[in-house]
Nanobody, 125 residues
């Protein structure tokens, strides 16, 4: 199994940008579909973005389409989430997740069997 560690969160003003990273160690990163989820205080965890293990398909929640970009660097065993035009409603703990050879259902948290600890993103108005 892989182990996941997120970084890159912080405090940013509305309209600003952040890039989150999810570093993986353990088994071969390239064989894992990867996803980002977020959870705001008092709310359920929600899907943000995902990429298939083959890297040829990405998925985005409607709320982040056109603002967030997901990418992976298999040579560095790292997943990235570039977040632009951030809004206060993007404030949440962002967590990355991994699913071995995942292709389907990547917008569902039950698909994933490995999770990181999360990184806080706070967007001020």
């Amino acid at each position: 199994q892989v182990q996941l560690v997120e970084s890159g969160g912080g405090l940013v003003q509305a309209g600003g940008s952040l890039r989150l990273s999810c570093a993986a160690s353990g088994r071969t990163f390239s064989t894992y579909a990867m996803g980002w989820f977020r959870q705001a205080p008092g709310k359920e965890r929600e899907f943000v973005a995902a990429i298939s293990w083959s890297g040829d398909t990405t998925y985005y929640a409607d709320s982040v389409k056109g603002r967030f970009t997901l990418s992976r660097d298999n040579a560095k065993n790292t997943l990235y989430l570039q977040m632009n035009s951030l809004k206060p409603e993007d404030t949440a703990v962002y967590t990355c997740a991994a699913d071995f050879r995942g292709q389907y259902g990547l917008d569902l948290d039950r698909t994933y069997d490995t999770w990181g600890q999360g990184t806080q993103v706070t967007v001020s108005s």
